[in-house]
């Protein structure tokens, strides 16, 4: 699922400090970079000419580290039920369908066909089959990945998707967070406000999305949306999008 895109060159203050793991990926075509990235087990520069998809599983950061533009198109995309294991890193080269599949979307993006560029971005995972970085929760797990997905505004405790997964729940817990990088209640968490922004950008009224989302009243989801994202439901919707 995207959830945002755009060709951006990033503000120059522009930096990452993903202090848990987001539950989605970030994908960069980049164009023109001076940007340090590291996450306790990679730490690399980006280059031009290249794809990058960040972790879904555990936490990272990334900053401009020189004035020089940071160009690039970006997705946002919700891989369910794969994740993002590691930092993916490939030179994009031309004439390659890889090249050709990313510039098809950037100027798809810069015509506004926004019809197209989700139906692209649905096959992104398709290019990244067979990557090692990619990877598949348990069955059982999985089991309870979907479960949440389709149950995302009803309220879920951990003796509910520890029977759907068939574990006892504190088996359940541990082995979601190894799995995930979070516990189920920050994935459900991110999930739910994921699927906010996807609701705002259609129009929907904040009360009614917070409503779709499962929490109580606009109020408590006006302040989980502010501490995530730094902006309130009302500014993210007139804005469009959020941090590339």
């Known amino acids: 699922m995207l959830l945002e895109y755009g060709n951006t ?4 203050d522009w930096k990452l ?11 960069y075509y980049v164009h023109e970079a001076e940007v340090l990235y590291e996450d306790g087990r990679v730490r690399t520069s980006f280059k031009p000419d290249t794809l990058y998809v960040l972790p879904t599983s555990h936490p990272y950061r990334a900053w401009k580290v020189s004035m020089q533009s940071f ?4 997705m946002h995309i919700d891989l369910f039920p794969l994740s993002v294991a590691e930092l993916i890193e490939r030179p994009v080269f031309p004439d390659t369908s890889m090249y050709h599949y990313l510039e098809t979307i ?23 089959h067979g990557d090692p970085h990619l990877a598949r929760p ?9 479960y949440i997905n389709e149950h995302i505004g009803e309220t879920m405790t951990l003796e509910v998707l520890g029977a759907v997964s068939s574990y006892h729940p504190n088996y359940f817990l541990a082995l979601f967070k190894r799995e995930n990088g ?6 459900i968490l991110r999930l739910r406000m994921q699927k906010a922004r996807s609701l705002l950008r259609e129009g929907m009224r904040i009360g009614e999305v917070a409503c779709a989302v499962g929490f109580s009243d606009a109020s408590s989801f006006a302040r989980a949306f502010g501490v995530l994202y730094g902006l309130t439901p009302r500014q993210y919707a007139r804005r469009g999008n959020v941090v590339p």
């Open 17 to 27: 400090n993903e202090e848990a793991a987001v539950g989605y990926a970030r994908v």
């Open 9 to 12: 060159t990033a503000a120059p």
């Open 106 to 128: 950037r100027r798809l993006i810069a015509e506004k066909n926004v019809r197209m560029i989700y139906e692209l971005a649905d096959c992104f995972a398709g290019l990244l």
């Open 138 to 146: 348990s069955v059982r797990i999985e089991k309870a990945l979907a």
């Open 71 to 74: 160009r690039c198109m970006y």
């Open 182 to 187: 979070v516990t189920p209640y920050q994935y």
